[in-house]
C-alpha cells in the first residue's frame, strides 16, 4: 500500500516553455501533498505544501507565480513549471499523506531538464 | 537544518555485517522523527519512523535510537546486505513540514 506515482519520470524542455509534473497517490486518498525539488548530492528542500481544495503554502523563497501547483482531487497534484530555465534543472518529489499526523510517502521523482 | 555543500558522509561496510547511521537534528521541538532510503534516481523509501515518546523502535531488520538529550537519531541495520546501498536521510517533523538532513551514503561490499 501507500504507492505514490509521478509522471513523467523525467523531461527534457527548452528554456521558456512551461513544464506540468503529476502527482498521483494510488491506493489512498491524500489530503495533503507536498512538493520538493532536489540538487545533486544535496538533501530534498520543502518547496510547498498542497491540500485539496484549497491554495497551496509555499515555502519560503519559493516563487508561487513559477511554481503553479494544483491539488484538485484527493488522489492528483500537479506542480507546472512555467517559463522554465536552466536553473530549474532539478529532482522534482513530491510526497502524499492522508492526514496531518501521518507518513509522508515518496513519489519516484521526476527529472527536469531545461536546455 | 538544511542540507550543505557536496560530500555526503560515507558508510562502507561488509555484507553480512551491522550498520550504523547517525544524525544530529536541530530542533528540539520536533516530535516526529522518520528514516528514508534515496537510491540513484529514485524517490526516497519509507524505512521507519518514531514519535518523540518512545527511544527505540524496531522493524524488520531496522532499529531507530531516539536520544532527545543530545538530540541525536539513529538507524542500525542488521546483517547489511548489498541491496542496502543507497543514501540514507533522517528527517524531523511535525509531520507536515520535515525538514531532511544531509544524508549518509551506505555501500555494502560483497
Known amino acids: 500500500g501507500a504507492v505514490v506515482s509521478q509522471h513523467p519520470s523525467w523531461v527534457i524542455c527548452k528554456s521558456g516553455t512551461s513544464v506540468k509534473i503529476e502527482c498521483r497517490s494510488l491506493?489512498?486518498?491524500?489530503?495533503?501533498m507536498f512538493w520538493y525539488r532536489q540538487f545533486p548530492k544535496q538533501s530534498l528542500m520543502l518547496m510547498a505544501t498542497s491540500n485539496e481544495g484549497s491554495k497551496a503554502t509555499y515555502e519560503q523563497g519559493v516563487e508561487k507565480d513559477k511554481f503553479l501547483i494544483n491539488h484538485a482531487s484527493l488522489t492528483l497534484s500537479t506542480l507546472t513549471v512555467t517559463s522554465a530555465h536552466p536553473e530549474d534543472s532539478s529532482f522534482y518529489i513530491c510526497s502524499a499523506s492522508d492526514g496531518p499526523r501521518d507518513t509522508q510517502y515518496f513519489g519516484p521523482g521526476t527529472r527536469l531538464t531545461v536546455l | 537544518g538544511e542540507s550543505v555543500g557536496l560530500h555526503l558522509p560515507t558508510l562502507s561496510v561488509q555484507e553480512g555485517d551491522n550498520s550504523i547511521i547517525n544524525c544530529a537534528y536541530s530542533n528540539s521541538a520536533s516530535d516526529y522523527f522518520i528514516w528514508y532510503k534515496q537510491e540513484s534516481g529514485k524517490g526516497p523509501q519509507f524505512i521507519i519512523d518514531?514519535?518523540?515518546?518512545?527511544d527505540k523502535r524496531q522493524g524488520q531488520r531496522v532499529t531507530v535510537l531516539l536520544n532527545k538529550t543530545v538530540k541525536h537519531l539513529s538507524l542500525q541495520i542488521a546483517a547489511t546486505q548489498p541491496g542496502d546501498s543507497a543514501v540514507y536521510f533522517c528527517a524531523e517533523g511535525p509531520y507536515g513540514k520535515l525538514t531532511f538532513g544531509q544524508g549518509t551514503i551506505l555501500t555494502v561490499h560483497p
Open positions: 491506493d489512498f486518498q491524500a489530503t495533503t
Open positions: 518514531i514519535r518523540s515518546n518512545m
